[in-house]
């Protein structure tokens, strides 16, 4: 966002509602920040018209739709010419299993989350699709042993 929003304490507390959970009603989102419903909605439509407030989704069980294995991966690539970087980001960005993709200062190069539904197809991902791209100098993956907290 180019212009800064200016966002008071109401703003603030109709955001960490909404965070965790997006389907409130306007009269029960009113209620819990302490206002009527026709400025709770004014504010929540500011919000959204100046991009503060993005969008709403639903969160999916990953085992429920066949991608239970989650696996976190860096990746290091001895690229540094902007065509070949780039071909990299938009290809891993296009794959349906890479669910978060993020370019970091330093090493490693990307930091991935994968998710798949085993172990067999997450091998089948890393050396057939990551791998084997031009570019990739290194991964590694990690297992989550126990997530202990998620985003909301």
Do not use: W
């Not at 930091?111 to 798949?116: I, W």
């Not at 067999?120 to 993956?141: D, H, M, N, Q």
Request: proline share 5%.
């Amino acid at each position: 966002m180019g212009n800064e929003v200016h966002l008071d304490a109401i703003d603030r507390d109709i955001l960490f509602h909404l965070e965790r959970d997006g389907r409130l009603t306007n009269v029960e989102l009113a209620k819990r920040v302490g206002l009527t419903p026709p400025p709770c909605l004014r504010r929540v439509k500011r919000l959204e018209e100046t991009g503060v407030l993005s969008g709403y989704r639903a969160v999916i069980d990953p085992a429920a739709v066949g991608r239970g294995l989650e696996v976190l991966v860096d990746v290091e690539v001895y690229a540094t010419d902007r065509k070949t970087v780039e071909a990299f980001e938009e290809t891993v960005a296009s794959y349906e299993e890479v669910v978060e993709f993020r370019r970091l200062f330093g090493r490693p190069d990307y930091f991935l989350r994968v998710a798949v539904a085993d172990h067999a197809a997450y091998e089948a991902f890393l050396t057939g699709r990551l791998t084997g791209l031009p570019g990739v100098l290194r991964t590694e993956s990690h297992l989550t042993m126990k997530q202990i907290k998620a985003a909301p």
